[in-house]
């Protein structure tokens, strides 16, 4: 078959990553596929680091439409894209997206050139997970204390800012990384000291009693092998009310921060919503066809919890 064929016939997508066997992505994918009735097939690939570009290279050849991906090739994805030949580079929001978060979860092929459209989908998944949460919230008046300075902080502190968020507060125990966020925004964004600032690690208990909206983008929470690793350091019990304590870890469903947050009264979302909404787009770019995030599909991922 020719390329040109393979273009306009392809229909497998898969989620590539390392290791990649836990990745709830295919559950995610096949519900809408069933629910659609769309012939396609969306699968997880174990793809090592060196074997990375080699892979991306040959999507087309191998049956793709397109890809997830996920740790720990998102940045690297990101610099193997943008330099191919195959890049497509224009100014769509998705394009420009990754160009700022200079890392990629989605690639969709363009099926009339081959190009890769490279974007990044989590801060639409988290700005979708938190208003479908919590959607009466004042974003507007509202400060926000993000906990981390890594990929996912970035999507989420774009979230947050296109939310229209009163003002976003960075904070990370590595602190130049938390300034560069800052930085990138500025200079992205144009805000001033009046949208986003920093505060020091050892600082964090003070800054976050003038906040109510707290995210954590750490890893600190997050369960391997069934426990949980770390926890997340930071006293949330005198926040401003009423306040939002988000976790994007989905492993645990209630992580030892969500479960202090019900105590204190505040709205404790999870990480579960995000990894749901940040799917939608890349399946649309793929299959065409715009999936809803439904209950049923929130039963499947529960049932894999066993909850
Ligand atoms: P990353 O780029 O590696 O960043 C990790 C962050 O965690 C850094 O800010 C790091 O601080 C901090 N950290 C790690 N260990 C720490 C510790 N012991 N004490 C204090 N801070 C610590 O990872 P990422 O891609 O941003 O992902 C972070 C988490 O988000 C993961 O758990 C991932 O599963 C989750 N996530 C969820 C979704 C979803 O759909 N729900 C999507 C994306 C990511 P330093 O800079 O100081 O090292």
Same mark, same amino acid.
């Given at each position: 078959m020719s390329f040109s064929e393979k273009l306009k016939t392809n229909n497998k997508a898969c989620v590539i990553g390392h290791p990649i066997s836990h990745s709830l992505s295919p559950i995610i994918h096949n519900h809408w596929l069933q629910k659609y009735n769309i012939e396609g097939e969306y699968k997880a690939a174990d793809v090592a680091p060196h074997e990375l570009e080699e892979f991306l290279s040959n999507l087309t050849e191998n049956g793709y439409r397109g890809c997830n991906i996920t740790i720990p090739h998102k940045e690297n994805a990101w610099k193997i894209i943008s330099q191919s030949d195959k890049y497509q580079n224009n100014n769509s929001l998705p394009a420009q997206i990754a160009k700022f978060m200079e890392a990629v979860n989605t690639v969709v092929i363009d099926? +009339?050139?081959? +190009?890769y459209l490279a974007t990044n989908t989590d801060f639409i998944g988290y700005a979708r997970s938190l208003i479908e949460a +919590?959607? +009466?919230?004042?974003?507007?008046?509202a400060i926000a204390f993000v906990l981390g300075a890594g990929g996912a902080a970035k999507a989420v502190i774009f979230a947050l800012f296109s939310m229209n968020v009163g003002h976003i507060v960075v904070c990370n125990r590595t602190h130049d990384k938390a300034l560069e966020i800052e930085r990138i925004m500025r200079n992205s964004f144009q805000l001033g000291d009046d949208k986003i600032s920093v505060v020091k690690w050892e600082n964090r208990n003070e800054a976050v009693k003038h906040c109510n909206i707290f995210v954590n983008t750490t890893s600190l929470g997050m369960n391997k092998d069934g426990v949980a690793q770390g926890e997340v350091d930071v006293d949330i019990s005198q926040m401003s009310k009423p306040a939002i304590v988000s976790d994007i870890i989905y492993n645990p469903l209630k992580t030892a921060l969500l479960e202090r947050a019900e105590k204190s009264g505040l709205s404790a979302v999870n990480g579960l919503g995000m990894l749901m909404h940040q799917a939608a787009p890349a399946f649309e770019g793929w299959y065409g066809k715009k999936p809803e995030v439904d209950e049923e599909l929130r039963k499947k991922l529960l049932s894999n919890f066993g909850g």
């Open positions: 099926r +009339e050139t081959g +190009e +919590e959607p +009466e919230f004042d974003y507007r008046n």
